[in-house]
């Protein structure tokens, strides 16, 4: 009998082990911003977003355990987009990335089971979704093998107008939302004692993230808006699950994009090094911070 | 000079007055459900499902000023499933629809102009959003020339967990999302009175939604749940804007997508026949409601 495939909490944490550290490159291409020799090299704007995405996954293989694919930059140019995506979400899980697929998608009832097929398909490990329809919405994901990471306190500076308000009973609507990741989440917990479901958690947002942390023990959280956005490495700390000495995975994966895909210098062609090379300067960084 | 093309609000408002009756057809097709004859007709699940929706649409034009197309039934196909999203939209939009991808995303900056950007390519004139990230994360859609309708109250069981909890002054989570949303909206009101920017509110939510209705003056509430999923007449009247006597638009757009779409008897040959019936019955029912 063929071994069933590990749940997504245990996947992650054994990718995280690997690679010595919980990082995550977020591959958000936009045709602007690709290296001049790529662009050069095709007329289609598809075509150069491929090249990019191919070296941008073989530069991160075997240095960082996830990678976070937008799927805007790829739905921008339609069905042959979509299509591209789910080629490049296959490339990164066959040289071992875990991959999770910024879809942010959130529905009800058989179109949440159609997003989850749609997710599946890519060859995506998990899905970022929106909460808003109630958490009973996300089950369907979960139904389809996918680990979810929930938007609970993004790190954009507009989202305190909701997220920030106060309920009645005390708690921010953010943590409203983190206490029903939760209880969801307390359903799908793996070996490794963290949850399939996760959390979008900023680390922008880090006094928040620090009392999200106290109600949200088994959740993982996916973290943007470290280093250039201001996230600080003492935000990172606060924001950490107990755990044994030494361990690398810390229930926080940090995730950067443009710092990261971007991080060669203009005109450059051995941009994919450089690229390498800003994803092992992040990963020792974090690493340095988790595993203190 | 060309003549710019109608806001979003007015294109809305002059096929409603032309239609004469503020209802919307929710195209959300699914494999399992259509016509045998159709299933019949094609080996690949794509060839029937643009059959059927064309058949749809041709059956709907002109009854109906609006359709409402679930991004996630083409989503699970991938790319050839978006790249008929596309045709079909456009088809749609041909036939003289009002088109309302219904696609709730929300995502920040950058990624919510791609997100757009798909939209506008799509052929769609407007697009379901989520608001939990900030209103502001909604603004790339309105600079790209399309309408929104923001998640308020939505019909779904589920969503009270979040949307109806009590904030300490008083307002439920979704009365936050509608008081944004009016903001927002107060930004971009057409000639007709009615602004861009609009809310989805569940007739199943009908005391919720006369309170929204009261803070939300200028939106176009488009409204699932009326009839099968419970929401009655009178708990449309409540969710009217005041109005003209006479006209057909008080500022409500109500959507029925299975009761409309699969109205068909099993094994039926004329079944676009039978879709149109449906889409008249619906047509004329709620413009008794909303006309009186």
């Known amino acids: 009998m063929p071994t069933p495939p590990p749940r997504f909490a245990d996947r992650l944490h054994n990718a995280i082990e690997r690679a010595g550290s919980p990082v995550c490159v977020g591959l958000d291409p936009v045709l602007e911003s690709l290296p001049a020799v790529v662009r050069a090299r095709h007329h289609e704007p598809l075509a150069a977003i491929e090249e990019f995405g191919h070296g941008v996954i073989d530069a991160v293989a075997g240095v960082v355990p996830a990678i976070k694919i937008q799927s805007a930059c790829f739905e921008r140019y339609g069905g042959a987009g979509v299509s591209l995506l789910e080629r490049q979400a296959h490339q990164a899980a066959e040289r071992g990335l875990v ?34 329809l109630g958490l009973g919405t996300v089950r369907p994901y979960l139904e389809a093998g996918l680990g979810v990471f929930v938007l609970v306190r993004t790190s954009n500076p507009e989202s305190d107008s909701i997220q920030s308000q106060r ?126």
Chains 1, 2 share one sequence.
């Open 99 to 132: 991959v999770i697929l910024d879809a942010k998608r959130g529905d009800i009832g058989i179109s949440a089971a159609h997003y989850a097929a749609a997710a599946k398909r890519s060859g995506a490990h998990a899905i970022t979704v929106n909460g808003y």
């Open 167 to 292: 309920l009645v009973d005390g708690r921010s609507v953010g943590e409203l939302m983190g206490a029903e990741v939760a209880a969801l989440g307390a359903g799908c917990v793996g070996e490794c004692g963290l949850s399939d479901v996760g959390a979008v958690v900023g680390a922008t947002k880090a006094q928040d993230a620090r009392a999200l942390r106290e109600r949200m023990a088994d959740q993982v959280f996916l973290i943007p808006g470290y280093g250039a956005q201001g996230g600080t490495a003492e935000d990172i700390r606060g924001m950490l699950r107990a755990k044994r000495a030494g361990a690398a995975d810390a229930g926080v994966l940090v995730t950067a994009s443009r710092s990261i895909i971007y991080a060669f210098e203009r005109g450059a062609t051995e941009w994919a090094g450089q690229v390498r090379g800003a994803a092992e300067t992040l990963r020792d960084e974090i690493a340095g911070i988790v595993r203190a």
